[in-house]
């Protein structure tokens, strides 16, 4: 079917039973048993999206839960607790990570299990759905600031590719919010939950489909007077800098700046470089290593495309970092400012990103120095 789907094992016999689901779409994945071992506690992920329900195994019937909107933990979305309560972890994009406790029977918000905190309050995001370039239908999540558009906007793009970005409280985005631009979260060619024909949609071919997507994304926000045409900047970590370097080389006329995290400039170098475990990775995406795809590789690589850049790049990249190595990204630069290109990279004491609160929020200072410095 394309999704992953539960089923029941007898390990004594070896019967399996599938559960009956053909009412609800997309990935479900178990969760929990109840005490009794007569429901099941199930959680469907699809379309960037999370929904609980209780399954009554001797009646087959399965109960839509009315908990809040949100994300779920995903590996831990919950369980069934004392007192008929089911205890879930639960976030959406204006409020950070708490447990809370449900109803057993609708799955109707009780009470606070563990508060996540005080914070400052935070903007809620919108899901959207608009048609990408080659026709396909792509999701995204949009924020906006207080005021009237349009606005200078930020367009994130997520690591992975092999990842999704759900109504999760993201620290950065609302910064962005905070200091009033418009933050478009993309889903992009390549996103899990969407369907195995979309995640692998892009293999043998990567940053085609997806740079598609983002151009459409501008165009949509263009048209929709929330972004101002001069003034979109891209950035993301992991694939998502890549995507933000790529997108730069491929599109440049529609970038105002590029904001890039431990990013992949050029994946011939980068496979030298990278852990053993992580060659194996690139090679499923490209259907070889570099040496088998010259092509495939080169017109997938940013560095490709550096003589077509136009807007300024700020780059923040570890120097220990196994899954972006350091060399891939100085021979960019290097190539970058041999072509007289605004380029800057910072580079920090760490590998594949940072763990440390004080670190990432430099990070993000950084970024909104280099953002009003481009925007003037």
């Known amino acids: 079917s394309g999704f992953e789907r539960p089923l029941i094992w007898n390990a004594v016999t070896g019967e399996c039973t599938l559960l009956q689901l053909d009412e609800i779409s997309g990935s479900i994945y178990w969760h929990a048993w109840s005490e009794d071992a007569e429901q099941i506690l199930l959680a469907q992920l699809y379309q960037a999206q999370y929904q609980l329900y209780r399954y009554e195994i001797g ?9 809040p909107v ?22 959406d994009s204006s409020h950070p990570p708490r447990l809370i406790a449900l109803d057993e029977e609708t799955g109707a918000f009780k009470r606070e299990v563990l508060k996540a905190g005080d914070l400052p309050e935070g903007k809620s995001f919108q899901s959207m759905t608009l048609t990408s370039e080659n026709g396909d239908t792509i999701q995204g999540w949009l924020g906006l600031p207080d005021g009237e558009g349009p606005f200078p906007t930020i367009l994130e793009t997520h690591g992975g590719p092999t990842s999704v970005r759900s109504s999760r409280f993201e620290p950065h985005a609302q910064c962005w919010l905070d200091h009033g ?9 390549g996103s899990i939950t969407f369907g195995k024909a979309f995640e692998k949609s892009i293999w043998g071919n990567l940053g085609d489909l997806e740079i598609q997507d983002m151009a459409a994304v501008y165009k949509w926000l263009v048209e929709n007077q929330i972004a101002q045409p001069d003034a979109v900047l891209l950035t993301g970590e992991s694939y998502g800098g890549y995507l933000t370097l790529q ?7 529609l970038w105002a700046g590029g904001l890039a995290q431990i990013a992949i400039a050029d994946w011939k170098t980068m496979y030298e470089d990278e852990a053993e475990s992580l060659r194996g990775y690139q090679r499923a995406l490209f259907g070889g290593a570099p040496e088998e795809v010259p092509e495939a590789t080169r017109k997938s690589s940013p560095i490709t495309y550096a003589e077509q850049v136009r807007a300024p790049i700020l780059v923040i990249q570890g ?15 290097e190539r970058l400012k041999s072509l007289g290109k605004q380029i800057e990279v910072h580079w920090f004491n760490a590998g594949h990103g940072s763990r440390a609160q004080e670190q990432q929020i430099e990070h993000q200072e950084l970024m909104l120095n280099f953002a009003y410095r481009v925007l003037g």
């Open 59 to 67: 009646t087959h019937t399965l109960v839509k839960l009315a908990h």
């Open 70 to 91: 949100g994300t779920l933990g995903f590996w831990s979305a919950g369980y069934f607790a004392p007192n008929g309560e089911i205890w879930v972890i639960w976030e």
């Open 181 to 189: 631009f418009a933050f478009f979260t993309l889903n992009y060619h």
């Open 247 to 253: 997108a730069l080389g491929r599109r440049p006329e």
């Open 319 to 333: 120097e220990n970092d196994t899954r972006t190595p350091a060399r891939q990204l100085r021979m960019y630069e």
